[in-house]
T-cell receptor, first 112, second 114 residues
Framework: SQQGEEDPQALSIQEGENATMNCSYK?????LQWYRQNSGRGLVHLIL?????REKHSGRLRVTLDTSKKSSSLLITASRAADTASYFC????????????FGQGTTLQVKP | DAGVIQSPRHEVTEMGQEVTLRCKPI?????LFWYRQTMMRGLELLIY????????DSGMPEDRFSAKMPNASFSTLKIQPSEPRDSAVYFC????????????FGSGTRLTVV
């Protein structure tokens, strides 16, 4: 069964708006990661947040982690058409193995 | 570095045939993962290796699937015999254990079994 569940499954916004995607998971984690997948391509790592961190930034990306609620969010600010892709959260549930379990993903469409 | 290299990019085969997918991880990465992606089931972890040793193959669907990593620079995923329900995109990914940079994925192999 999937460790992570993402919400919403699909999101459509206008260029310049912010996009927020949420991820919930079931078991304790070592870290949580977000990936992007463009259509027909492999996944690209965006950001990693450790279980003892609450917020992390990278460019236009902001990730939060709430371990008490077992949830994370990915915020993309000032979205661009090039941000159109599927976004996945992935959890490392066992320390020192690096094994990641991926959620089902959120499909984001940014309209020009 | 050229990234994680997978071959072939596309494979169309007839049911019952043997299929071999290949992966070259990034040099220096000590972990390698095989995933399968379908619309219905999303991304499923099939098997992963640490330092060329298989650690967890609980995701391998059945005995028709096997994976090897004979050295640090090469891995194969074999399906024998193949079935139409094996049709999917198969991804290989590698990482350095403990890295903050996560996995590096290959471009995938799109397998179609007819």
């Amino acid at each position: 069964s999937q460790q992570g569940e993402e919400d919403p499954q699909a999101l459509s916004i206008q260029e310049g708006e912010n996009a927020t995607m949420n991820c919930s998971y079931k078991t304790s984690i070592n870290n949580l990661q977000w990936y992007r997948q463009n259509s027909g391509r492999g996944l690209v790592h965006l950001i990693l947040i450790r279980s003892n961190e609450r917020e992390k930034h990278s460019g236009r990306l902001r990730v939060t982690l709430d371990t008490s609620k077992k949830s994370s969010s990915l915020l993309i600010t000032a979205s661009r058409a090039a941000d159109t892709a599927s976004y996945f959260c992935a959890t490392e549930i066992t320390s020192n193995t690096g094994k990641l379990i991926f959620g089902q993903g959120t499909t984001l469409q940014v309209k020009p | 570095d050229a990234g994680v290299i997978q071959s072939p990019r596309h494979e169309v085969t007839e049911m019952g045939q043997e299929v071999t997918l290949r992966c070259k991880p990034i040099s220096g990465h000590n972990s390698l993962f095989w995933y399968r992606q379908t619309m219905m089931r999303g991304l499923e972890l099939l098997i992963y290796f640490n330092n060329n040793v298989p650690i967890d193959d609980s995701g391998m669907p059945e005995d028709r699937f096997s994976a090897k990593m004979p050295n640090a620079s090469f891995s194969t995923l074999k399906i024998q015999p193949s079935e139409p329900r094996d049709s999917a995109v198969y991804f290989c990914a590698s990482s350095s254990q403990g890295s903050i940079y996560g996995y590096t994925f290959g471009s995938g192999t799109r397998l179609t079994v007819v």
